[in-house]
């Protein structure tokens, strides 16, 4: 029998998708606002994670380099505690579906809705001398992605917000022309941790593309490394750790401490009362690298062992593939394609 997506097992379960660009290390921000909410998810939902491949060559990647970040992105994942037995989670590569209905999307998308996305915006004004014709219609990627497991629901940072409207505009406009194939998807944006910003300039994102490396925690930053950075972050003139307009680099280690520890803002405003940024900020520190530490140990162990870690996203694009192919040739019979 075909490997499955738990279908018959749970079919009143919600099923997730998200999915993450295995550009360069992945962050804190990634962490706090996606990584963390997709493991918490295993048990309640049927989860579906990719690691974005396709998306990650609308920027130019080195071939050697991309290959070992492939790799690393989908280790650490399962390191953060993506099982895979509980959930699925697969290279977007290894399942061609994808790039299949990516086609079928883009020719259901407008030029205007592309042309609005503010990532495509800002990445082909960080890229000007590489703004390809796949940089402009990666949100129909992203829907394919997300449309082809029927997806109900999928977490995602609030700066992911414009792409999933996106799809799910794609979704319905498909859905009115040919019949419904398609889920109409929800975001699931997390209250805390939605936007993580930079250490270094708390009004920007934090970003793994930042070229300054104190502006971001990669996971797999050493804890001094972490404690450093902290240390460094950029915070304002007052003294005083308390979360108020204008205090962006308070506010921001605030939420970081928050979601790190499941204290609350007054609960921590109390905690540090009269003790001043220094012990703040060295607390924040400590409180990450102990929250990466088990990520960090379990990642090398995942590292160590590629013929193991190979057999499982083999495994799992297959798992992946047959719900897929059973979506796109749905679609397709839906479009009048000869089969
Ligand atoms: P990507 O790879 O940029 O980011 C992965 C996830 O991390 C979240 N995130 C953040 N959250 C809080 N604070 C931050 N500073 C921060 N930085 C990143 C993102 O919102 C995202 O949830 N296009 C997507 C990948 C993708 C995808 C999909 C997502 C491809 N197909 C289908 C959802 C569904 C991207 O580039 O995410």
């Known amino acids: 029998m075909q490997p499955q997506i738990n279908e018959p097992a749970a079919p009143e379960r919600k099923r997730i998708f998200s999915a993450i660009q295995p550009s360069g290390m992945l962050t804190l921000g990634n962490y706090l606002g996606a990584l963390k909410n997709w493991k918490d998810m295993l048990d309640d939902y049927d989860c579906v994670y990719s690691v974005a491949d396709l998306h990650a060559i609308t920027v130019r990647q080195e071939p050697a380099k991309f290959r070992r970040q492939v790799l690393e992105t989908f280790a650490l994942l399962m390191a953060v505690g993506i099982d895979t037995e509980k959930g699925t989670l697969f290279i977007q590569s290894s399942v061609p579906e994808h790039a299949q209905l990516a086609w079928i999307l883009a020719c259901n998308t407008q030029f205007g809705e592309l042309a609005r996305m503010t990532q495509f915006k800002d990445k082909s004004a960080s890229h000007a001398d590489n703004i390809n014709a796949g940089l402009f219609t990666y949100p129909s990627l992203q829907a ?38 398609f889920t109409v998807p929800e975001p699931y944006i997390p209250k805390m941790g939605a936007k993580v910003m930079s250490l ?60 790190v520890t499941g204290k609350n803002l007054k609960e921590i405003e109390a ?15 400590e409180a990450i690298a102990e929250e990466l530490r088990p990520v960090q140990r379990r990642f090398s162990e995942y590292m160590s062992d590629k013929g193991a870690l190979e057999k499982i996203y083999r495994e799992q694009a297959e798992k992946a593939r047959y719900t897929a192919s059973r979506t796109l040739a749905k679609a397709m019979k839906k479009v009048g394609f000869i089969r």
């Open 200 to 259: 270094q300039d708390p009004a920007k994102k934090m970003s793994k593309s930042d070229a300054n490396q104190n502006a971001y925690i990669a996971l797999l930053d050493p804890p001094e490394v972490i404690v450093r950075k902290l240390k460094r972050a950029v915070t304002d003139s007052e003294t005083e750790v308390r979360c108020a307009e204008g205090k962006d680099g308070i506010n921001n280690l605030m939420t970081i401490y928050s979601c």
């Open 271 to 285: 905690e540090f009362d009269g003790r001043g940024y220094g012990e703040f900020k060295a607390a924040v520190g």
């Open 144 to 181: 394919a992605d997300i449309l082809l497991y029927n997806a109900h629901l999928v977490p995602i940072g609030a700066d992911q917000k414009q792409h999933l409207e996106l799809s799910r505009t794609i979704a319905e406009r498909f859905n009115h022309f040919y019949g419904p194939v």
